[in-house]
């Protein structure tokens, strides 16, 4: 069975500190991805990464940077984690150009 | 800019009843268009998918109805269930020279009564 692993799935952080977010997949997939999720805003890229080292910007990459050392690791990193960054993070991961992206179930950030 | 508009953002059917939620799009260039299903505390997963060569895909109670010349794409569920409840997005998919995203709507969320 495919596993997309957040391993926190609540924080809750103080503005200014920095967040790691970490995801992990067991499919060896090449592709994956980060997401934000807010009512009413939907699903909105973040960042992704084609391959191992590889990063590319998504649609709202300010305030946000990420790491892919490893292909089963893709992880985000808020460099000074601010309160607009209070939030549900959603990573995944695909084949490469297929249309299927299989999601963790979520991390969900309260910056105070 | 919202490539992607969905519609409405929440819905209240009752148990036997159409569920219907709406898509709109801007760029022609999206191949694919997928719908995802979200339950409380769970990440979102693939529901029904279609290509932008046919009109309609059906999956047990769940259709898609895609409209190519009037860039929209629909979802019924028939038959509602309380188990349907849940949020929904729709998606569509950039070309691969553009890099292949997925692009989301805003999410749908629906409750079926009993």
């Known amino acids: 069975d495919v596993k997309v692993t957040q391993s926190s799935r609540y924080l809750v952080k103080r503005t200014g500190e920095k967040v790691f977010l970490e995801c992990v997949q067991d499919?060896?997939?090449?592709?994956m991805f980060w997401y934000r999720q807010d009512p009413g805003l939907g699903l909105r890229l973040i960042y992704f990464?084609?391959?191992?080292?590889?990063?590319e910007k998504g649609d709202i990459p300010e305030g946000y940077s990420v790491s892919r050392e490893k292909k089963e690791r893709f992880s985000l990193i808020l460099e000074s984690a601010s309160t607009n960054q209070t939030s549900m993070y959603l990573c995944?991961?695909?084949?490469?150009?297929?249309?299927?992206?299989?999601f963790g179930e979520g991390s969900r950030l309260t910056v105070l | 800019q919202q490539q992607v508009k969905q519609s409405p953002q929440s819905l209240i059917v009752q148990k036997g009843g159409i569920s219907i939620i709406n898509c709109a799009y801007e760029?022609?260039?999206?191949?694919?268009f997928p719908w995802y299903q979200q339950f409380p505390g769970k990440g979102p997963a693939l529901l029904i998918a279609?290509?932008?060569?046919?009109s309609e895909k059906k999956e047990g109670r769940f259709t898609i109805s895609f409209n190519k010349s009037a860039k929209q794409f629909s979802l019924h569920i028939m038959d509602s269930q309380p188990g349907d409840s849940a949020t929904y997005f729709c998606?569509?998919?950039?070309?691969?020279?553009?890099?292949?995203?997925?692009?989301f709507g805003q999410g749908t969320e629906l409750s079926v009564k009993p």
């Open positions: 995944a991961s695909r084949i490469p150009n297929t249309g299927e992206l299989f």
């Open positions: 499919m060896d997939h090449e592709n």
């Open positions: 990464s084609y391959d191992v080292k590889m990063k």
């Open positions: 760029n022609t260039a999206f191949d694919y």
């Open positions: 279609i290509n932008p060569d046919v």
């Open positions: 998606a569509a998919r950039e070309g691969y020279n553009q890099g292949g995203k997925l692009i």
